[in-house]
């Protein structure tokens, strides 16, 4: 037992530890790992390690035969460097272009037509969700940092405007009563567990785990939070489960 507590202390000062932290952050820094990322990563190293090569025979030999074709080979590697760095530009603001406008629909599908809270349609929340779990898939393969602080304020503005319109509705919100919300669909209802977790996950902040729609679900944990802004929501998933 002293040696398993031994090991767990181990494991949390190297969790805690700066140089883990920094090399966490680094990864983020890093991320997404996509085939033209690594290439582009692959040449800058290799144009680092050229160029320095390159400075040290400057700096200890004295022939200069070999210095054109030096040259001319660095200038090739650093032309090939700023060509995928371009297209590597061009494709992140792409991601970014295309993850903004799912947001702006997956918000246009749920806006209120009549009063402020978003329809009781269980394909409108399916479709918003799907929006949003299309949205975040193309944000993590935002490849420039710049896109990715923009897409970050663009989230946090659409996360603000559905806070707007998803209310803590009655059961009857979702369902036409609590024995028939895990049943088939009817009409409108009932509306889906993983719609509305993909949506109340989205308005607290939570990143998208890139799950399949149907497979979400609110943990027991979650549902427990949920009671503090959302209790009539925590009170249908608490007693639907025990069916």
Same mark, same amino acid.
């Given at each position: 037992?002293?040696?398993?507590?031994?090991?767990?202390?181990?494991?949390?000062?190297?969790?805690?530890?700066?140089?883990?932290?920094?090399? *966490?952050?680094?990864?983020?820094?890093?991320? /997404?790992?996509?085939?033209?990322?690594?290439?582009? &990563?692959?040449?800058?190293?290799?144009?680092?390690?050229?160029?320095?090569?390159?400075?040290?025979?400057? @700096?200890?030999?004295?022939?200069?035969?070999?210095?054109?074709?030096?040259?001319?080979?660095?200038?090739?590697?650093?032309?090939?460097?700023?060509?995928?760095?371009?297209?590597?530009?061009?494709?992140?603001?792409?991601?970014?272009?295309?993850? *903004?406008?799912?947001?702006?629909?997956?918000?246009?599908?749920?806006?209120?037509?009549?009063?402020?809270?978003? /329809?009781?349609?269980?394909?409108?929340?399916?479709?918003?969700?799907?929006?949003?779990?299309?949205?975040?898939?193309?944000?993590?393969?935002? @490849?420039?940092?710049?896109?990715?602080?923009?897409?970050?304020?663009?989230?946090?503005?659409?996360? +603000?405007?559905?806070?707007?319109?998803?209310?803590?509705?009655?059961?009857?919100?979702?369902?036409?009563?609590?024995?028939?919300?895990?049943?088939?669909?009817?009409?409108?209802?009932?509306?889906?567990?993983?719609?509305?977790?993909?949506?109340? *996950?989205?308005?607290?902040?939570?990143?998208?785990?890139?799950? /399949? @729609? @149907?497979?979400?679900?609110?943990?027991?944990?979650?549902?427990?939070?949920?009671?503090?802004?959302? /209790?009539?929501?925590? &009170?249908?998933?608490?007693? +639907?489960?025990?069916?």
């Amino acid at each position: 037992i002293k040696r398993g507590r031994m090991l767990e202390n181990l494991r949390d000062d190297v969790i805690e530890s700066s140089l883990f932290l920094k090399a *966490k952050k680094m990864l983020r820094w890093l991320r /997404p790992f996509s085939f033209v990322n690594v290439i582009f &990563y692959i040449f800058c190293l290799f144009s680092f390690i050229f160029f320095v090569f390159f400075l040290v025979r400057i @700096l200890i030999s004295s022939e200069s035969d070999h210095y054109v074709s030096f040259v001319a080979l660095l200038a090739a590697v650093a032309t090939l460097t700023t060509l995928i760095y371009n297209l590597r530009r061009h494709m992140s603001e792409d991601y970014f272009k295309d993850a *903004k406008e799912y947001l702006k629909r997956a918000y246009e599908v749920l806006e209120p037509k009549k009063d402020d809270a978003a /329809p009781d349609d269980r394909e409108l929340w399916l479709d918003a969700a799907r929006l949003l779990k299309t949205a975040d898939r193309l944000g993590h393969k935002i @490849l420039m940092d710049s896109h990715k602080e923009s897409y970050s304020e663009e989230r946090e503005f659409w996360k +603000s405007k559905f806070r707007g319109i998803i209310k803590d509705f009655g059961v009857h919100y979702y369902c036409d009563g609590i024995d028939k919300f895990n049943s088939s669909p009817r009409n409108k209802k009932p509306i889906s567990e993983p719609s509305i977790y993909v949506i109340h *996950k989205f308005i607290s902040g939570g990143d998208d785990n890139n799950a /399949p @729609l @149907l497979e979400e679900s609110f943990s027991d944990k979650e549902i427990t939070s949920l009671n503090k802004k959302f /209790p009539n929501l925590a &009170y249908l998933l608490t007693e +639907s489960r025990k069916k």
